[in-house]
């Protein structure tokens, strides 16, 4: 069919509008019927320089290979920035969509709606090379880049968003400051740092001496916790880095160990034990000849 044009709100069509190879629909106010173009037609609402609000009482069907214009102004005389608001299902799989930004002033983080969708489910399919999250570049007085998303708006919506990496200023996101924050082309994530948990925004230091499981110290060294992460040290009596401890055979060196030079020493896990040797008599650290002379019973003599 050829163009519509409805030259002032509220001004109608009523029917089913059905946009053919090489035709272009443009105006402003409602259709009361379904629309469709085929592949090789445009849906352009409003007319080139003017705003845009056109409401499709109806589904709003473009086929693959057929064509959405809009054009975003300043100050949009409706609800939906983009200019078009269908009350029936919307299914764009496999359009080519042009956003044409004009005058309009988009700061990074801007939300744009282009289409309103109704009710709660997603339009079917994506427009052509633009799935979920891809960026494109708008046609403007400046190359404007833009990720679309088709659960914008109140959910459900397609949207754009003027791109911009929110983790290269702290105060364009929330993540804590114990958190990795990734930008991606719709926003951001935030997500804990390893020895911290929580939900990114918000984090808490893990206490690993806690619990064995998330620690990697020895059984026989001390786990410190510490900002984010933890310490080992082996125990006295091993040595080792924390994480590996051996037993330090204090016996093979009298200077690790205090037993007295007329003591034995014998080597236990982690430490000593001092025993005096015979003949002498005391708690091992400490030994004194025993005078067995004085005591018949401590020695063997003929009386």
């Known amino acids: ?75 949009p005389p409706c609800k939906v ?51 979920e999250g891809a960026v494109t570049t708008l046609i403007g007085p400046s190359s404007t880049k833009v990720a679309i998303t088709y659960k914008g708006g109140d959910g459900n919506d397609i949207a754009i968003r003027v791109v911009q990496n929110e983790c290269a200023d702290a105060q364009l996101n929330d993540c804590d400051t114990n958190a990795t924050c990734t930008d991606t082309s719709l926003a951001f994530t ?6 911290y948990s929580g939900d990114g925004k918000t984090c808490k230091d893990v206490d690993e001496c806690a619990d064995s499981k998330l620690n990697t110290c020895d059984a026989n060294a001390a786990c410190t916790n510490t900002a984010g992460a933890f310490t080992c040290a082996c125990k006295t009596g091993y040595s080792g880095d924390g994480k590996t401890c051996k037993d330090v055979d204090e016996c093979a060196d009298s200077k ?37 002379c004085a005591d018949s019973k401590l020695n063997t003599c003929d009386a």
């Open 256 to 292: 690790l160990n205090t037993c007295d030079a007329n003591a034995a020493c014998t080597n236990t896990a982690g430490a000593f034990t001092c025993a005096c040797k015979a003949g002498y008599s005391g708690d091992g650290k400490t030994c004194k000849d025993v005078d067995e």
């Open 190 to 195: 935030c997500a804990c740092k390893t020895g």
């Open 81 to 131: 920035p983009g200019g078009v608001v269908a009350t029936g299902a919307v299914s764009v799989a496999g359009a080519k969509l042009v956003v044409d930004l004009g005058l309009t002033p988009l700061k990074a983080g801007d939300k744009v709606t282009l289409v309103g969708v109704p009710g709660t489910a997603p339009a079917t399919g994506t427009f052509a090379g633009l799935a």
């Open 1 to 75: 069919m050829g163009a519509l044009v409805c030259l002032a709100l509220p001004a109608s069509a009523a029917g089913k509008a059905t946009i053919a190879s090489g035709a272009k629909l443009l105006g402003f106010g409602a259709i009361t019927g379904d629309v469709l173009a085929q592949s090789g037609g445009t849906l352009s609402p409003g007319f080139p320089g003017t705003s845009t609000c056109l409401t499709i009482q109806g589904k709003m069907t473009l086929a693959a290979g057929s064509t959405l214009e809009l054009r975003i102004t300043p100050a």
